[in-house]
């Protein structure tokens, strides 16, 4: 494992399993493997309505608590009353602390997203978690966040993939000591049978999905591909033996082509969804 050092001084593993759409005993099965595999970075949300299967992926583990960072988010329509969302994922993950919680998207109600930051850094320092960051937000959104609160987030997950380098994000992040996850590394697929990536792999001896998992931890990237497969999540563990070298790295660099996966943060809202019609009536 590698391992990036946020400027608090925590490391973190820089390749973590992501569990969007992990669902019931198939989840659980998927972190307890990851763990056993030696992943030690676990991604969930609200939104992805699993964080007890996780929990309990983590509990039954038997993987000592502080050796794992683990990490939830919540869902915008939940940042008027960010306590219901945040007691929520205490209760369903079940753990001691959550290593960073996140703001999962910017809103559009910036006053909203301000009281839910400022609530996720109170239950900070009641020691519900070591630290808060945020998901999905460009530029323009840390540094409103930045100008309210006096400082940037620990932390922003955003989509990269080598369609889709944002690359004044990045350095944005990497100027202001900002660790960024890359989440959607492999674009849900569309991209692994790219000709360039291909030739890449083959040169390596590894597939197109470790060749872009090895791309983002060379940029210094923290990166979370989801799988709730053992095998495929054993396939993407196994990018610690090689590297890319500077013209493999120049390739992937001129292939930006916009091609996104996720929702513009700039106009994205959530509303479709709200925990409580989606979790708290299953309780």
């Keep these: 494992m590698e391992y990036i050092t946020m400027r608090n001084g925590t490391k973190v593993a820089m390749l973590g399993l992501g569990c969007y ?17 030696g992943y030690r970075h676990i991604d969930t949300a ?27 988010k919540i869902w915008p329509t939940s940042f008027k009353t960010p306590e219901v ?10 753990i001691d602390y959550v290593d960073m919680y996140l703001l999962h998207w910017p809103s559009q109600n910036e006053y909203a997203r301000n009281h839910a930051f400022e609530t996720l850094l109170k239950y900070k320092e009641k020691g519900y978690f070591k630290e808060v960051g ?8 840390l540094e409103k966040l930045k100008e309210t609160f006096g400082f940037y987030p620990m932390m922003n997950q955003i989509e990269i993939s080598p369609w889709l380098q944002k690359k004044e994000d990045y350095a944005f992040c990497q100027e202001n000591d900002i660790v960024m996850t890359a989440c959607v590394p492999f674009a849900k697929g569309n991209i692994l049978n790219d000709p360039k990536l291909v030739e890449i792999a083959e040169k390596h001896g590894k597939n197109v999905g470790q060749v872009i998992l090895r791309w983002n931890i ?9 799988s709730s497969k053992p095998h495929r999540i054993a396939d993407n563990f196994n990018v610690f033996d090689f590297e890319l070298d500077a013209d493999d790295m120049a390739v992937i660099g001129t292939m930006e082509n916009g091609n996104s996966y996720c929702s513009d943060s700039s106009v994205f809202t959530g509303d479709f969804w709200n925990i409580e019609d989606h979790l708290l009536n299953r309780e």
Excluded at 85 to 92: N, P
Excluded at 134 to 141: D, G, L, P, R, T
């Design 21 to 37: 759409k992990s669902e019931e005993q198939e989840g659980v099965e998927a972190v307890k493997s990851a763990i056993e595999i």
């Design 46 to 72: 609200n939104f992805y309505e699993n964080e007890k299967y996780v929990g309990r992926g983590i509990r039954e583990s038997g993987i000592d608590r502080e050796k794992l960072f683990v990490v939830s």
């Design 85 to 94: 969302a945040i007691e929520y994922s205490m209760r369903a993950l079940n």
């Design 134 to 141: 945020v998901s999905n937000f460009k530029k323009e959104h």
């Design 218 to 226: 060379q940029r210094g990237n923290c990166v979370i591909p989801k």
